[in-house]
């Protein structure tokens, strides 16, 4: 046996057992967003219909809306992807504006890549070979899945799946279905819920404007019809020759 050599692997394997859990890097949770399908799921799966509520859990960060110009064009792929897998559209938006910024070809130092950023574990447990990654909509749906999987696994609870999306549910599990004790998962669940509750607020201000724009064309219509009827002169009578004293 070769004393030195096994002496170094002792001492190796020493140092990274002293190391402290909570000391690992953000960068190094980000790169373990691994398969689902490598871990057991302790907890029961939720069939009932996420609403991700913001009143609990940590604060909401205070974020900067993303300029509409990266936005729009791809505001209506992501809008029919969402509804289509039942997802609320304003959450695969706060996701998509903290994980690329509205960037289809954002590629993160760990390797997530795409709309959704995704590791290519992950991509591959929907179904995406590495480059389909990079194609708008193939990334969306796999994300959005992603998001369901998630929600369903930690029963909707907001803090949970986003953490789950950033950090990898094993590490949420692994920290008891808690957010894990990463600087870089801390502030991203905060700053999701911002943009979440920012895009929330939009949708509800774009709902008002639909329904006064209803309500004036409804009312538009009936001041027209009303004028129409106003405007419309009686025919004038026809009168038969008998009517005329005539024979």
């Given at each position: 046996?070769?004393?030195?050599?096994?002496?170094?692997?002792?001492?190796?394997?020493?140092?990274?057992s002293?190391?402290?859990?909570?000391?690992t890097?953000?960068?190094?949770?980000?790169?373990?967003?691994?398969?689902?399908?490598?871990?057991?799921n302790?907890?029961?799966?939720?069939?009932?219909?996420?609403?991700?509520?913001l009143?609990?859990g940590?604060?909401?960060?205070?974020?900067?809306p993303?300029?509409?110009?990266?936005?729009?064009?791809?505001?209506?792929?992501?809008?029919q992807?969402?509804?289509r897998?039942?997802?609320?559209?304003?959450?695969?938006?706060?996701?998509?504006s903290?994980?690329?910024?509205?960037?289809?070809?954002?590629?993160?130092?760990?390797?997530?890549?795409?709309?959704?950023?995704?590791?290519?574990?992950?991509?591959?447990?929907?179904g995406?070979t590495?480059?389909?990654?990079?194609d708008?909509?193939k990334n969306?749906?796999?994300?959005?899945?992603y998001?369901?999987?998630?929600?369903?696994?930690f029963?909707?609870?907001?803090?949970?799946?986003?953490?789950?999306?950033n950090?990898?549910?094993?590490?949420?599990?692994?920290?008891?279905?808690?957010i894990?004790?990463?600087?870089?998962?801390?502030?991203y669940?905060?700053?999701?819920?911002g943009?979440?509750?920012?895009?929330r607020?939009?949708?509800?201000?774009?709902?008002?404007y639909?329904?006064?724009?209803?309500?004036?064309r409804?009312?538009?219509l009936?001041?027209?019809?009303?004028r129409?009827?106003?405007d419309?002169?009686?025919?004038?009578?026809?009168t038969?020759?008998?009517?005329?004293?005539?024979?």
């Amino acid at each position: 046996m070769r004393v030195p050599a096994m002496l170094g692997i002792l001492l190796t394997l020493s140092a990274c057992s002293d190391a402290p859990e909570d000391a690992t890097r953000a960068s190094d949770a980000y790169a373990h967003r691994t398969m689902l399908s490598h871990y057991q799921n302790p907890f029961p799966q939720s069939l009932e219909p996420a609403t991700f509520d913001l009143s609990g859990g940590v604060p909401a960060a205070r974020v900067r809306p993303i300029d509409s110009r990266r936005s729009r064009p791809l505001t209506p792929l992501i809008d029919q992807i969402a509804l289509r897998e039942g997802v609320e559209p304003a959450l695969v938006h706060a996701v998509i504006s903290q994980e690329s910024r509205y960037n289809p070809s954002a590629v993160s130092p760990a390797g997530a890549a795409g709309l959704m950023q995704l590791m290519p574990g992950t991509a591959a447990d929907y179904g995406l070979t590495p480059s389909e990654r990079f194609d708008p909509a193939k990334n969306i749906t796999a994300g959005v899945r992603y998001l369901k999987t998630l929600a369903r696994l930690f029963g909707g609870h907001i803090d949970l799946v986003l953490a789950g999306y950033n950090a990898g549910q094993g590490n949420v599990l692994k920290y008891g279905r808690r957010i894990p004790p990463f600087a870089e998962t801390q502030t991203y669940v905060r700053r999701v819920k911002g943009y979440l509750a920012h895009y929330r607020q939009r949708a509800r201000s774009h709902a008002r404007y639909a329904l006064l724009d209803e309500s004036l064309r409804r009312n538009t219509l009936q001041r027209s019809r009303a004028r129409e009827r106003r405007d419309v002169k009686p025919l004038p009578r026809i009168t038969t020759g008998r009517q005329m004293g005539g024979l």
